[in-house]
């Protein structure tokens, strides 16, 4: 039995099975995501709280810095607004599980946003693809377009992209992160003491 800061009762270790349709209450994604021969996770000791964590998402400090907000550390917690979600500043999508959040600022990532790798090779790009936190830093020269080269789709006013800095291609968080190989360095997060 362990106890996670985010949640009243106790926790016990999971077997993930596969197939499992049990959504982690952390990031939002399914347990059996990460499936391999040793996939564990966590769940409440209560029959009737649908309380899951993958281990990766139990182990998340609950304090970050992140290069995306310097000014403010980014707490780990359930969504502080009234209606109990909130709207990510990386993908501009809704969640309704934990969220990085910065308090002063309003600022708010997903888990799996603000564990997002600086840059990773895309099977659809021959260059490494890098992580840019706003449009902007993408659209130094005039010319440049604000479309994804993936799916054709717009890049929402504020939200990161991946981007190339050798040529003009770029894509969306989901676009690149589906189909890509990634590799997660460590200077993207530092964790807070």
Known sequence: MVKHFSHRHELCSYQVQKD??????????????????????????????????????????????????????????????????????????????????????????????????ETLSHHHHQHLLTLLYSLTDHHENEGKHNICDFCQGTFPRGCWLYSCRDCDYSTHLGCSSAEADQDYPEDQIIISS
């Open 20 to 117: 499992d349709e049990i959504i982690c209450s952390s990031c939002e994604l399914p347990l059996d995501l990460m499936m391999n021969s040793a996939t564990s996770a966590y769940k409440c000791t209560k029959s009737k709280c649908n309380f899951y964590l993958h281990d990766l998402c139990f182990e998340l400090p609950q304090k970050i810095k992140h290069k995306s907000h310097p000014k403010h550390p980014l707490t780990l917690s359930t969504p502080p607004y009234e209606y109990g979600e909130f709207m990510c500043d990386a993908c501009g999508e809704f969640g309704t599980c934990f969220t990085f959040h910065c308090t002063h600022c309003k600022y708010d990532l997903h888990v799996q946003c603000a564990t997002l790798p």
